[in-house]
């Protein structure tokens, strides 16, 4: 059975969930706040007044809720307990009460055509059993014009930061997110999907050959992590 069987996947998030915030703020020393609040910032200027927004694997629904200021927002992942701590989450805020949590599966999404005016995906293309079939559904339900934001890990180039990087990336992580989760497998998978993970450069290929085009990233944090824009044209882009 592969790392990314689409029940596993489900399963190891679901059993996460309770303590994945947590970990989440720990492991990243809360670095992964700022890389949300620049994801709203790049889109704000993109996107048509009080927006439709879908954020996908939503987990806790914290990109969705620093999304909320933006305009409405669909929150989708699926992960049963992940969207009961995220609504939990967001019944707390006057923005959250624009949040709807929706169960779905990223490469089925449960949403017409041509729905949102942008889909916000964070840390979560990489879990995808089909990378390109994900990037099609996102293609999909995006109107013309729509935007797509991608926020996920990658590798520093730099080589000294690089090795100290994977070190930690390798040997530590994997048992902080155990202690903390009592789930070190998850984090050993985070460690190694990371590795196995596309290149910015590579990713930003398959977003063109996905119909996007205004393709760019943004290397965050001294490349630990990458923010992917793209736009479907207003013909609709290839497939
Ligand atoms: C690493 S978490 C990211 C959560 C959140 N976006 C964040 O930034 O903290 C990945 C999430 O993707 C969800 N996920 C993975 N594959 C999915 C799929 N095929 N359909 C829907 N959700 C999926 C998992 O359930 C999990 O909640």
Known sequence: MGDKEPGRIRRMFGAIAPRYDRANRLLSLSVDRYWRRLTR?????????????????????????????????????????????GMKKAS???AGRRISFTEGDALRLPFPDRTFDAVSIAFGLRNLESYRRGLAEMHRVLRPRGVLAILEFTLPTVPLFRSIYLFYFVRVLPRLGGWITGHGR????????VRQFLAPEDLDRLLGKAG????????????????????????????
């Open 186 to 193: 998850a984090y050993d998978y985070l460690s190694r999907s």
């Open 41 to 85: 910032r790049e889109l704000e200027g993109r996107l048509p007044p009080d927006p439709r927004i879908l954020d996908l694997c939503t987990g806790t629904g914290d990109l969705a809720l620093e999304l909320s200021s933006l305009g409405s927002v669909v929150a989708c992942d699926f992960a049963h307990p992940m969207l009961v701590l």
């Open 212 to 239: 996007f085009h205004e393709i760019r990233h943004r290397t965050l944090s001294a490349g630990i992590a990458c923010l992917h824009l793209g736009r479907k044209p207003n013909s609709g882009g290839l497939r």
């Open 92 to 94: 707390r805020s006057a």
